[in-house]
């Protein structure tokens, strides 16, 4: 059999989640994600593309409700104090987690670093990682509305992906080519308003090229494309696994730390008031493996 080439597509969304609330829980979660996942993506891409013996390529997509979290200056200015939060609290676990305190630490302190150096604008740091060709940006619907439930209001769905188009244009000055479809989902006649907005390609859960009519002949393992000049890409399940399965893939692995077991439930109440938290709930500090 002759090789194929391999596609690493991300994708990367929050649903709207700004609150006037300084150290609201919605807030939190943006938050953690720039330290768990935003931040860190941009550091590794950025040093990948420095190392000579590298060439790393991938797609991601930045949902409009994403890059308008990180473009406001709001959510910006409270950061780095959340940071500062953390770390002190770190400081004081140290003595029953001294290992996994100080590996937090020091993640806290980079990450704060990288935002700091580039002022908060991660989205800049997006955009010159395209234009170095290292990643491809694609956008999703503006809502990341599911648009088969929309279909009777073409309309509505027009809106979504207009939208979407232009917030690319207005960040990145350029449009997008792709979009990562809400829940990768498809219903027969998206491709023309996708066409309409000028993007030409999609990614779609695997049932969505399987299920086509005819039967694509390579399966999953080839694009198909519409009468209208629209091109669907299908996301191999048996790829996604290792990623999202706690039974198959690596977040069951026992080296792999707890998602839901946070510091925040341990701490008592007396302990989280003095940081301005009237309840007990997640921070952001995860110090423990999978058991």
Known sequence: MSKGNLAIVLHAHLPYVRSEEPGSLEEDWFFQALVECYLPILNTLEDASKAQEQSPKLTIGLSP??????????????????????????????????EASLHLI???????????????????????????????????AATHGYLPL?????????????????????LFNSS???????????????????AE???RYAVLDGHGLLNADPRPRYGLYAPICTRRGVAFFGRDSESTLPVWSARDGYPGNPNYREF???????????????????EKRPLGIKLFKNV
């Open 65 to 98: 409700t994403l890059l308008s979290l990180l473009e406001d200056e709001i959510l910006k200015s409270r950061f780095k104090k959340w940071i500062e939060v953390r770390l002190e609290i770190l400081i004081s676990a140290k003595k029953d987690h001294r």
């Open 106 to 140: 020091n993640h806290f302190k980079n990450n704060l670093n990288s935002w700091e150096n580039c002022n908060g604008d991660l989205i800049s740091r997006f955009s010159k990682l395209e234009s170095a060709q290292v990643i491809d940006i694609i956008t999703c």
């Open 150 to 170: 929309l279909r009777d209001n073409p309309a509505t769905v027009r809106a979504q992906l207009r939208t979407a188009v232009n917030e690319h244009k207005r």
């Open 176 to 194: 997008p080519l792709g979009i990562w479809l809400p829940e990768c989902a498809y219903y027969e006649g998206l491709d023309e308003l996708m």
């Open 197 to 199: 907005s000028g993007l």
């Open 260 to 278: 839901h077991r946070d510091l925040g439930w341990d701490l008592s109440i007396e302990s989280l008031k003095k940081i301005g938290i009237n």
